[in-house]
């Protein structure tokens, strides 16, 4: 089945300690609905942009590392989901689920990945940070 990005953005200054309990409990079911349906596959949320560092390979062969997220914009990814779902009609009634929830902007676009890929996961002790690779079988 395909799968898709859905992403929220947030303002620059967005502030997170806004967020009512209502706001929070409609993610949480609308996460519990994804779960319930199988179309969620990995769900995360973003620090703000100031936490980012980019990096840009250099004509030396280096690779220069800056503060920052790649691009300077007014909003920024606050978090995303990767669903499976049959077609992008149904990725975009997720992606409109999650307007609402979230109270935000939200893009989905197609997100090919293996159909199968076989997933490392690398957890930091004491951190809240999870890294996923794909390798293609």
């Not at 090919?112 to 809240?128: C, D, E, H, Y």
Request: proline letters at 8%.
């Amino acid at each position: 089945m395909p799968q898709y990005l859905v992403a929220i953005y947030h303002p620059d200054d967005y502030n997170p300690s806004v967020e009512t309990e209502a706001t929070i409990e409609e993610i949480h079911a609308l996460n519990r609905e994804m779960i319930a349906a199988g179309a969620r596959k990995f769900v995360a949320g973003l620090s703000s942009p100031g936490n980012a560092r980019s990096l840009r390979a250099q004509p030396n062969g280096k690779v220069l590392v800056t503060d920052g997220p790649y691009l300077e914009t007014k909003e920024h990814i606050g978090g995303f989901w990767v669903l499976e779902a049959a077609d992008l009609d149904e990725a975009l009634e997720w992606g409109r689920k999650a307007a609402v929830a979230c109270r935000a902007p939200v893009e989905v676009r197609p997100a090919p990945l293996p159909a199968s890929p076989r997933a490392v996961v690398i957890r930091s002790q004491g951190l809240k940070r999870v890294a996923v690779a794909f390798k293609k079988i």
